[in-house]
Nanobody, 125 residues
Framework: QVQLVESGGGLVQAGGSLRLSCAAS????????MGWFRQAPGKEREFVSA????????YYLDSVKGRFTISRDNAKNTVYLQMNGLKPDDTAVYYC??????????????????WGQGTQVTVSS
């Protein structure tokens, strides 16, 4: 049984920073591809970033490139999303997701088998 627990969300002013963490348990984290998604009220869930099992490959939504950085610490079974230069449009519930079948990355939510409960990020203008 895989469990993903996000933390680090909160309220921040525009231009500020937050670091989200997603702690995984239950299976071999080092062989899993990980992703971050977000969902704003009234909108569909949106891909934000992904990282391969090795951490070598990463992928970002165009609107967050240069502001967000995904990373992972396989020794701690944790994936991070460092968010800098936050904008009000970044306001959403952020979810981490895991695929333990493949090590490569994907922006499709259907690729991921396990999801966390989400953490709220609110950016005020």
């Amino acid at each position: 049984q895989v469990q993903l627990v996000e933390s680090g969300g909160g309220l921040v002013q525009a231009g500020g920073s937050l670091r989200l963490s997603c702690a995984a348990s239950g299976r071999s984290f080092s062989s899993s591809a990980m992703g971050w998604f977000r969902q704003a009220p009234g909108k569909e869930r949106e891909f934000v970033s992904a990282i391969s099992a090795s951490g070598i490959s990463t992928y970002y939504l165009d609107s967050v490139k240069g502001r967000f950085t995904i990373s992972r610490d396989n020794a701690k079974n944790t994936v991070y999303l460092q968010m800098n230069g936050l904008k009000p449009d970044d306001t959403a519930v952020y979810y981490c997701a895991a695929n333990y079948r493949y090590s490569g990355i994907s922006r499709s939510p259907n690729y991921y088998d396990y999801w966390g409960q989400g953490t709220q990020v609110t950016v005020s203008s």
